[in-house]
């Protein structure tokens, strides 16, 4: 194998990690009887990207009044139903509704005095404020920014290509853990949806407790069955791990024979 191979590997990483930004990598459904096969074949299903969260409905075949939703029936559908269990909306990210006044994520309460009682303004209008977590934000804030985060992962891939020193092993990790960023990201904010519960003011609704969503597989919360599975984008993301491991051992490989 010659010694520049790793250069042909880097490249078919690079590529993926591309089309990693562009592809579906996670979904979560949640089954009910209230939610037939005959409606939802897939049940109520979003789909996670790097840049946000989307609908996972194929419309047609969905429930007629929701599929004339834009596209976001099942999106809609999942945060009526987090909603009742106290949780927070979804963060869309860039998938966020256009034309909004804030992001559709956002919460509000009522400014109120030392009594407990409703503040309002001089024109007889309850003062509203801002109690949106930040963790929100700084999610938006991730999947907003995500494009440049993978320019970046991108050129971090090209200066493991063109460098001989030896930062180039961190450059090619860099790179290559882009699957695994986004498992972080999901795992910690499944975590930080299931136990923060306390939308409505104070706990969840139909006594449901903190918990962890599921990750992995199936699980049940309430009287929905969940299932959350990977999608095509998170192979096409381990392709690219797979690719920098090998360009990673391949060039270290390389550069020990010309050192020689």
């Known amino acids: 194998m010659k010694s520049k191979t790793y ?25 009910s009887i209230q939610y037939p096969k005959a409606m939802y074949p897939k049940g109520i299903r979003i789909n996670f990207k790097y840049n946000g969260v989307y609908n996972g409905c194929e419309g047609v075949a969905e429930r007629e009044e929701l599929a004339t939703n834009e596209g976001a029936d099942c999106l809609v559908e999942m945060n009526a139903i987090n909603h009742y269990i106290g949780m927070f909306p979804i963060v869309q990210g860039v998938n966020n509704p256009k034309g909004m006044t804030h992001p559709s994520f956002y919460v509000f309460d009522t400014e109120k005095d030392e009594e407990g009682h409703d503040l309002y303004d001089a024109q007889g209008q309850k003062i509203r404020i801002n109690v949106t977590p930040n963790a929100l ?3 938006n804030t991730l999947m907003v920014g995500s494009p440049y985060i993978f320019v970046v992962l991108i050129i971090f891939g090209i200066l493991f290509m063109i460098t001989s020193r030896k930062m180039f092993g961190l450059f090619g990790w860099i790179a290559a853990l882009t699957p695994f960023y986004f498992l972080i990201v999901y795992i910690y904010y499944l975590y930080w949806y299931g ?8 706990g969840a609704f139909a006594g449901i407790k903190p918990f962890m969503p599921t990750v992995f597989g199936e699980g049940k919360v309430a009287q929905f069955t969940t299932e959350s599975y990977p999608m095509y984008g998170f192979l096409i993301a381990m392709g690219a791990f797979v690719f920098f491991l090998l360009a990673i051992l391949l060039k270290r490989k390389a550069l020990k024979k010309v050192s020689v």
């Open 7 to 31: 250069i042909i590997f880097s490249l078919i990483g690079i590529v993926f990690i591309a089309l990693t930004y562009f592809a579906p990598i996670w979904s979560v459904s949640l089954q």
């Open 137 to 139: 934000k700084v999610l």
């Open 195 to 202: 136990h923060n519960l306390g939308l409505h003011g104070g």
